[in-house]
Each structure stands twice: as structure tokens, then as C-alpha cells.
T-cell receptor, first 117, second 113 residues
Framework: AQSVTQLDSQVPVFEEAPVELRCNYSSSVSVYLFWYVQYPNQGLQLLLKYLSGSTLVESINGFEAEFNKSQTSFHLRKPSVHISDTAEYFCAVSVNAGGTSYGKLTFGQGTILTVHP | KAGVTQTPRYLIKTRGQQVTLSCSPISGHRSVSWYQQTPGQGLQFLFEYFSETQRNKGNFPGRFSGRQFSNSRSEMNVSTLELGDSALYLC????????????FGPGTRLTVT
């Protein structure tokens, strides 16, 4: 079974400051990793994904995440945040092993990022 | 392409009733997954359908069921509603290929009174 731990439930930062949202996972098999963002009263939006290849992945709005296999982590970072980044962020994993893994994402509990002016 | 759509967006039901939620995936996506989101339990996987077959199921009671049609649209049904079923129900569809990246709809907010 897989599990995901997001180490901070809430992260307050000031606008234009850097931010890191931490995510650790546990799995006995190889996983794919994702970050999703959820704005109030909306569904989840895929922010970025790691499937294979370069361990550093980037999104179009300035976020990046680095897959660290030895530390089983996939932390999300942004060098300078904006007010509009205020949202809840979810780290998730999936397993390409068929069977009981089909279509299943395992999510962390979420991190609420609040950007203050 | 149009995104994942879910209907209705909001629903209020009474304990003991049943409810059916609908999901239309992104065109070309054949896999549809359902999740329940609550403040206490977070995001929990309900089940996944692919080509009209349930391929995977989470740890929910049999009151929760679903189906998928030949056009990949999916419905989920909850019978004998309980107060604890109040939640945001999210549907997601996946393109073919590895990774199972999923694209989510806006959700249906179910309130059971």
C-alpha cells in the first residue's frame, strides 16, 4: 500500500517570498507523483507531475518539484509567491502495477497555502 | 477540449434517500475515477471504471455503487444516505498511457440532512 504525508497543514507566507510545501511518500513499488491545487469551491487542478526522467519538474506558473527517490520526497517550491497562489495543495501518488492500482490516486491531507500582502 | 463535467453541482438530500451523481469525462478518456472529499478524511478513492467495467474499488460500503456507459460517461449512486455521506464528490478522467494522471471535475457538493 502507498501513503502520502504532507508535513505542514498550513503555510502562511508574505507575497513575493519563497515557499516550500513538503511531501513524503511511502511505497514498496515505483510510483508516479503529482501535485494538485484546489481553489475554494472548485475541483482539483493538476499542477505538475513526475512520471520518469528528469527529477526536477516545472509548472507553467512558476512552481517546481523535485523527486528525491532516496528520501522518498516530492517537495513543491516556488521562488516568489503571489496572492493568487492562495489555495490548498495536495500531493498524490499512483502506482503503475495494474490490479488494485487502477485509477487510484492516494492523496496527502493537503497543505493550505495562504499568501499575505 | 472541454473539461470534466459533473452534475448536479449541489444537492441536498434527507437521510435514508438515495442519490445519483453524473460525470462526463474529457473526450477520449476512457477511465473515470470517483473520490469523496471530507474535512475529516480528506480525499478518498471510491472506484474506477474503464470501458464499462469496474477495475478498482476503495474501502466504502456497498451503498456506494457506480457504473459507466459506452460513451464513457459515469454515474455513482449512494443508497440509504447517512449524515456522514455529506461531502464533495469528485470525478476524474484519465487519458490513455502511463501515470494515471487524472483531470478532475468541479465536484458535486452533497449535503445530507
Amino acid at each position: 500500500a502507498q501513503s502520502v504525508t504532507q508535513l505542514d497543514s498550513q503555510v502562511p507566507v508574505f507575497e513575493e517570498a519563497p515557499v516550500e510545501l513538503r511531501c513524503n511518500y511511502s511505497s514498496s513499488v515505483s510510483v508516479y507523483l503529482f501535485w494538485y491545487v484546489q481553489y475554494p469551491n472548485q475541483g482539483l487542478q493538476l499542477l505538475l507531475k513526475y512520471l520518469s526522467g528528469s527529477t526536477l519538474v516545472e509548472s507553467i506558473n512558476g512552481f517546481e518539484a523535485e523527486f528525491n527517490k532516496s528520501q522518498t520526497s516530492f517537495h513543491l517550491r516556488k521562488p516568489s509567491v503571489h496572492i493568487s497562489d492562495t489555495a490548498e495543495y495536495f500531493c498524490a501518488v499512483s502506482v503503475n502495477a495494474g490490479g488494485t492500482s487502477y485509477g487510484k490516486l492516494t492523496f496527502g491531507q493537503g497543505t493550505i497555502l495562504t499568501v499575505h500582502p | 477540449k472541454a473539461g470534466v463535467t459533473q452534475t448536479p453541482r449541489y444537492l441536498i438530500k434527507t437521510r435514508g434517500q438515495q442519490v445519483t451523481l453524473s460525470c462526463s469525462p474529457i473526450s477520449g478518456h476512457r477511465s473515470v475515477s470517483w473520490y469523496q472529499q471530507t474535512p475529516g478524511q480528506g480525499l478518498q478513492f471510491l472506484f474506477e471504471y474503464f470501458s464499462e467495467t469496474q477495475r478498482n474499488k476503495g474501502n466504502f460500503p456497498g451503498r456506494f455503487s457506480g457504473r459507466q456507459f459506452s460513451n464513457s460517461r459515469s454515474e455513482m449512486n449512494v443508497s440509504t444516505l447517512e449524515l456522514g455521506d455529506s461531502a464533495l464528490y469528485l470525478c476524474a478522467s484519465s487519458p490513455p498511457g502511463p501515470g494515471y494522471e487524472q483531470y478532475f471535475g468541479p465536484g458535486t457538493r452533497l449535503t445530507v440532512t
